[in-house]
Nanobody, 119 residues
Framework: QVQLVESGGGLVQAGGSLRLSCAAS????????LGWFRQAPGKEREFVAA????????DYADFVKGRFTIYRNYAVNTVHLQMSSLNSEDTAVYYC????????????WGQGTQVTVSS
């Protein structure tokens, strides 16, 4: 089992920045991928970014490249999502998720944190 707890959401003006955090516990993370997803009202959940904890290999959705950065903090088993140049389309509930390197499906999820971008 992997437990994930997100924090850092809130209200930000368009063009602003926000950092989300996801604290992970329960398993050694070296064989896991930690990712961020988001779900806007009336839309399906979509992939945002992910990082393989052990290798550091990162992946981003095209719509966040150059604006969002995912990175790990080994000391506290936390993965962050630094978001900049935010716009109203980034408004969503952001979820942290984890999957084993041996699977494609994310099967551990956090409770989500709301990000609202005001124009």
């Amino acid at each position: 089992q992997v437990q994930l707890v997100e924090s850092g959401g809130g209200l930000v003006q368009a063009g602003g920045s926000l950092r989300l955090s996801c604290a992970a516990s329960g398993r050694t993370l070296s064989s896991y991928v930690l990712g961020w997803f988001r779900q806007a009202p009336g839309k399906e959940r979509e992939f945002v970014a992910a990082v393989a904890w052990g290798s550091g290999i990162k992946d981003y959705a095209d719509f966040v490249k150059g604006r969002f950065t995912i990175y790990r903090n080994y000391a506290v088993n936390t993965v962050h999502l630094q978001m900049s140049s935010l716009n109203s389309e980034d408004t969503a509930v952001y979820y942290c998720a984890a999957r084993s390197l041996s699977t494609q499906a994310y099967n551990y999820w956090g409770q989500g944190t709301q990000v609202t971008v005001s124009s």
